[in-house]
């Protein structure tokens, strides 16, 4: 079974399977396209199972490694590889992808190839971003997936769509910019674009530390961190539910995967030097923004603004460098990958009713719609961190690692579920109970079969990973082991 190039497969049956769905041509074929764009989608997830029934949870290797030859004269290899660091993003990609086709099934009715075929494309392009072992090739998938997002975001948006959209490019690119020179440096000082190689390069401090930077400033925007995070509310108000969906789920963890693959263990010695200014702009993300989410009137910003504050636990657990941080910083964002995915999907519920994200335009939508209420208590329950909620999970462990590191940390970490829990639950009052007030509201519909299928499916992950975690923590302890020896080694002498 490892023979079968199963990383490639993730990665190229959605970009291939979205070229297809792009040839299905225009709107009068659509349905057609929506059959060819879930198949794909659901090939595209079953190819990843292997991935985890085959993984090696005692081996902290790079496992189901693919090479060849790319670019000979520059030493550029297609290099694809993937620990126990990176197995479940990959899984969660493809898992997302499925109900973000399902999703849009009959809410897009305008370019829906071209719509179905941007998720696709975008699917492959991230898989690529987790599989990646060469440094070129990384930043190839990296740079190309904002081509379909930013697409997503600008075509089947809100009003201001193009604006958002643009901004969304111009900060992950400007961001990503220091990246590129890092890499051409790299690839200078060692003859290779081998990340694995560059774990092993000899660097001064100096070096470290500029190097350091730079990914701070590609990683960070994409979290993306305090204070380059004004991006996202407007991206995530602006864009379509499945974008918001991809945006939330999978997109702001490619810039805190960066972190863990690149500037720990490539510059270990800047990493732990530095690691209080990181620890510092987390808490701020942590508490400041949960602040700011208090003050919104439009559900979409404020659960975007839940997302900055719950990715801010995921530096901060990064870079307390201990296994309870580490762990339960990735743990953090596979949950947040299921609760914010839903969260949004909810308000898409709403808003294809209603065409309305106001909170203040709602209220007694529990009297017209009591199933969705449910689903949508669950997950604003995870949202807050509820034990038994895949959301508790992340959060404590983070918590705990950051107790183990400085108390006085853990304290104003843990503050998160206090704010947390005002913010969601405010916005969960003011909109599912009390009396009808709005009378569009009176003539709301329940969830249908499709929408119930979507939302069940995310209720059982989140209480899955919520009631017993082991299957998803049990991959990652090697990897994390090793990850930690080899950054507390550090370069220097």
């Given at each position: 079974?490892?023979?079968?190039?199963f990383?490639?497969?993730?990665?190229?049956?959605?970009?291939?399977?979205?070229?297809?769905?792009?040839?299905?041509?225009?709107d009068?074929?659509?349905?057609?396209?929506?059959?060819?764009?879930?198949?794909?989608?659901?090939?595209?997830f079953a190819v990843?199972?292997?991935?985890?029934i085959?993984f090696d949870?005692?081996?902290?290797?790079?496992q189901?490694?693919?090479?060849?030859v790319w670019?000979?004269?520059?030493?550029?290899?297609y290099?694809?590889?993937?620990?126990?660091?990176?197995?479940?993003?990959?899984?969660l990609?493809a898992f997302?992808?499925?109900?973000?086709?399902?999703?849009?099934?009959?809410?897009?009715?305008?370019?829906?190839?071209?719509?179905m075929?941007?998720?696709?494309?975008?699917?492959?392009l991230?898989n690529?971003?987790?599989?990646?072992?060469?440094?070129?090739?990384?930043?190839?998938?990296?740079?190309?997936?904002?081509?379909?997002?930013?697409?997503?975001?600008?075509v089947?948006?809100?009003?201001?769509?193009?604006?958002?959209?643009?901004k969304?490019?111009l900060?992950?690119?400007?961001?990503?910019?220091?990246?590129l020179?890092?890499?051409l440096?790299?690839?200078?000082?060692?003859?290779?674009?081998?990340?694995?190689?560059?774990?092993?390069?000899?660097?001064s401090?100096?070096?470290?530390?500029?190097?350091?930077?730079a990914?701070?400033?590609?990683?960070?925007?994409?979290?993306?961190?305090?204070?380059?995070?004004?991006?996202?509310?407007?991206?995530?108000?602006e864009?379509?539910t499945?974008?918001?969906?991809?945006?939330?789920?999978?997109?702001?963890?490619?810039?805190?995967?960066g972190?863990v693959?690149?500037?720990?263990?490539?510059?270990?010695?800047?990493?732990?030097?530095?690691?209080?200014?990181?620890?510092?702009?987390?808490?701020?993300?942590?508490?400041?923004?949960?602040?700011?989410?208090?003050?919104?009137?439009?559900?979409?910003k404020?659960?975007?603004?839940?997302?900055?504050s719950?990715?801010?636990?995921?530096?901060?657990g990064?870079?307390?460098?201990?296994?309870?941080?580490v762990?339960?910083?990735?743990?953090?964002?596979?949950?947040?990958?299921?609760?914010?995915?839903a969260?949004?999907?909810?308000?898409?519920?709403l808003?294809?009713?209603?065409h309305?994200?106001q909170?203040a335009?709602?209220?007694g939508?529990?009297?017209?719609?009591?199933?969705?209420?449910?689903?949508?208590?669950?997950?604003?329950?995870?949202?807050?961190?509820?034990?038994a909620?895949?959301?508790?999970?992340?959060?404590?462990?983070?918590i705990?690692?950051?107790?183990?590191?400085n108390?006085?940390?853990?304290?104003?970490?843990a503050?998160?579920?206090?704010?947390?829990?005002?913010?969601?639950?405010?916005?969960?009052?003011?909109?599912?109970?009390?009396?009808?007030?709005n009378?569009?509201?009176?003539?709301?519909?329940?969830i249908?079969?499709?929408?119930?299928?979507?939302?069940?499916v995310?209720?059982?992950?989140?209480?899955a990973?919520?009631?017993?975690?082991?299957?998803?923590?049990?991959?990652?302890?090697?990897?994390?082991?090793?990850l930690?020896?080899?950054?507390?080694?550090?370069?220097?002498?």
């Open positions: 079974m490892t023979d079968i190039p990383l490639s497969l993730a990665i190229w049956i959605p970009i291939l399977g979205g070229l297809l769905v792009l040839a299905t041509g225009p009068r074929n659509a349905r057609m396209a929506r059959v060819v764009a879930l198949l794909t989608a659901i090939l595209g990843t199972l292997p991935l985890y085959g949870a005692a081996s902290a290797a790079m189901f490694r693919e090479h060849a670019i000979a004269h520059f030493n550029i290899h290099r694809l590889g993937i620990d126990g660091i990176s197995l479940w993003f990959v899984l990609n997302i992808t499925i109900l973000v086709v399902i999703a849009g099934w009959q809410v897009i009715q305008s370019r829906v190839a071209q719509y075929a941007a998720f696709l494309i975008m699917s492959g991230m690529g971003i987790f599989a990646a072992l060469d440094g070129a090739l990384f930043y190839v998938f990296f740079e190309a997936s904002l081509i379909p997002l930013y697409l997503v975001i600008g089947w948006g809100g009003p201001n769509r193009v604006r958002a959209a643009i969304f490019f900060f992950t690119l400007a961001g990503s910019l220091p990246m020179l890092v890499l440096y790299l690839y200078q000082s060692t003859g290779s674009f081998e990340i694995l190689h560059w774990q092993r390069a000899a660097l401090m100096g070096e470290q530390s500029l190097i350091f930077f990914f701070l400033a590609a990683f960070g925007v994409k979290v993306p961190m305090w204070p380059v995070h004004t991006w996202l509310p407007d991206a995530h108000v864009a379509p499945g974008g918001s969906v991809v945006l939330a789920a999978i997109a702001l963890k490619l810039g805190a995967y972190f693959r690149f500037s720990l263990p490539i510059v270990p010695d800047a990493a732990m030097a530095h690691a209080p200014l990181v620890i510092a702009l987390s808490l701020i993300a942590v508490v400041y923004i949960g602040f700011v989410a208090l003050a919104q009137a439009d559900m979409k404020l659960v975007a603004y839940s997302s900055i719950h990715m801010g636990f995921v530096t901060l990064f870079f307390m460098l201990n296994p309870l941080g762990e339960g910083a990735l743990i953090q964002m596979i949950s947040h990958g299921f609760v914010s995915a969260m949004f999907l909810c308000i898409g519920v808003y294809d009713r209603m309305s994200r909170i335009d709602y209220g939508v529990v009297n017209t719609m009591p199933k969705f209420a449910a689903f949508f208590m669950l997950f604003a329950m995870a949202n807050c961190g509820l034990p909620t895949s959301g508790f999970v992340g959060e404590f462990t983070v705990l690692g950051a107790v183990q590191y108390f006085w940390i853990g304290l104003l970490a503050t998160t579920l206090i704010l947390g829990a005002a913010y969601t639950l405010w916005m969960y009052k003011r909109v599912v109970f009390g009396a009808v007030a009378e569009n509201v009176a003539g709301l519909a329940d249908g079969a499709r929408e119930c299928l979507i939302l069940a995310l209720a059982a992950c989140v209480l990973m919520g009631i017993y975690p082991f299957p998803f923590t049990d991959v990652m302890h090697t990897s994390v082991d090793e930690l020896r080899h950054v507390s080694a550090g370069k220097l002498p």
